[in-house]
């Protein structure tokens, strides 16, 4: 039994190979929230589709989100009317939103929603989100007009991480509780994985939801973590920008000492091997592996790799 | 100053050529809304938006609703969840759907994102829904399993107007109050037009909202209809077997008669000369003219035939 706390894209490429790795059925993927905004009044879960997206195999594989061979013509056609349309959903994941903002409006709480959407999709592990209550990450940025606070999305997509970040928020994370199934498959889980996503706002958030961090401290041998930092930049996404504006060195390991309380081992790259004494030396084991996921079989070695550090 | 009380497709076609013979901006189109549908939890009026789009000249030519060129990615993708996609709306058509609903939710009147959405079309003429008010007309019907009672796109769309009609009502019409405009419009035209669409289920429910009557009644000699029935049969449309289920003639004589008390002049088809003299015994003024909307000319034609007949 094993759980994996995701993000988006490099969750997605990890979970991808994990399930080629192991049986599916006894995996509980635990997803965050933080990113979940409303667009045109439907609620999307980016982190949740992109995972539900890549093991149904429907996945953009160019992008690593949204769905291959996807149209735009219903945002294309909402430019019209003057509304936002920075955030580009295609027509056929717009029934993925459509959907869900059905089932919610209708009373289902987000792990109900989440779990049917798998479902269609034939998604084979078990997709959990954080929380079913909203907990909004807020990012502080300074741009030329000044200080402003920016929704997750707003800075990502919209401004293209382009302001400097002073700090983040995980909005209401201290009111919010755990989605059902979340503490039980931690600690029921003979591992937890934390995947090679971005630690300040796609770990970040799960562990700042009641109940998740110290769940984890409880069983930090059994906590492993890939580096989604290979020698000093992330593969895809602004891991490395908010891993230095908040402080830590932008490397295997800043990210060891991110997670340093809550996990007791870390999967490093094999270009960062020469700080692997250094990680262990604070009191963490060290793994030395291929980790760039470069196609499934890549990410199925790599899950391998991670399972056996244990 | 003019007033056309319309429903979908007829009166679309009609006022694409009103458009050609007036002044755009001395129209006032109150529409049906007994039609409007929520479908995945998006607010349709599929007769506002037959109108506004054939106005704005993006209409699907061929079907006469929806957007030319449409493609039904969304709808298709939506199979997936098992929700009834029998309604196929399309995804540019969705894009209306999905900034209407918006907007309301928003505390919009539906009178409101009528006005936003025909601007951003470039519609000419003011465009007004019956009422703000929900008035959804239900279709009491005889099938194989007993007496059911459908909402309109029920009967039309997903059961494509086979099972035989007993009554209609329009459901809470006595509630509703009129749009902000409409009973101005009535009080102020020069001419009051009643498209040639269905008496019973689209112009049905405008005579049923209260005081939309009183206001034609008192104005019937300046109240001309243009009969959707030629030759004892609709165009498009169960206009013909609406009017046999509930009793009337199934011909311009039964459109007159359905109209007595609120109109004083009808149109009638060429091909109907012969049932003029029984209408005009009957007390109504009778016009005898080309109704059959074939292109863009026709309806203009018919536009000024109709204004002229007053």
């Not at 987000?110 to 997709?127: D, M, W, Y």
């Not at 990012?139 to 293209?160: N, S």
């Not at 830590?248 to 700080?275: F, L, N, P, W």
């Not at 692997?276 to 079989?297: F, H, Q």
Request: glycine share 10%.
């Amino acid at each position: 039994v094993i759980a994996v706390l995701a993000g988006g894209v490099g969750a997605a490429r990890f979970l991808r190979g994990l399930v080629r790795a192991v049986d599916p059925s006894g995996v509980t993927v635990i997803v965050n929230t933080g990113d979940d905004e409303t667009f045109h009044g439907l609620h999307v879960s980016p982190d949740i589709d992109t995972v539900t997206y890549t093991l149904a195999g429907v996945v953009n594989p160019e992008t690593g989100w949204g769905i291959a061979a996807d149209t735009f013509a219903a945002v294309d056609a909402l430019e019209r009317f003057g509304v936002p349309t920075w955030f580009r959903l295609g027509d056929r994941d717009l029934a993925t939103h459509l959907f869900r903002t059905q089932r919610l409006r209708a009373g289902a709480s987000l792990s109900q929603v989440t779990a049917e959407i798998a479902g269609a999709f034939g998604v084979p592990v078990r997709l959990v989100p954080m929380s079913d209550d909203p907990v909004p990450t807020l990012i502080e940025v300074t741009r030329d007009d000044g200080p402003a606070v920016l929704r997750m999305q707003e800075w990502f997509v919209r401004e293209r991480c382009e302001p400097a970040v002073l700090g983040v928020t995980f909005s209401g994370a201290d009111q919010a509780r755990p989605a059902p199934g979340v503490l039980g498959a931690l600690n029921d889980a003979d591992a937890i994985v934390i995947s090679p996503s971005n630690p300040i706002i796609s770990i970040g958030p799960i562990l700042a939801v009641p109940g998740v961090r110290d769940a984890l401290v409880a069983r930090r041998d059994r906590v492993v973590v890939v580096s989604p930092i290979i020698a000093g930049a992330t593969v895809k996404g602004p891991a490395d920008r908010l891993l230095g504006a908040l402080g830590y060195e932008v490397s295997c390991v800043g990210v060891a000492r991110a997670y340093h309380d809550v996990c007791g081992t870390i999967v490093i790259d094999e270009q960062d091997a020469a700080r692997a004494d250094e990680i262990a030396a604070a009191g963490m084991r060290v793994l030395v592996a291929p980790t760039l996921m470069t196609d499934a079989r890549a990410s199925e070695q790599l899950a391998r790799v991670t399972l056996g550090s244990l």
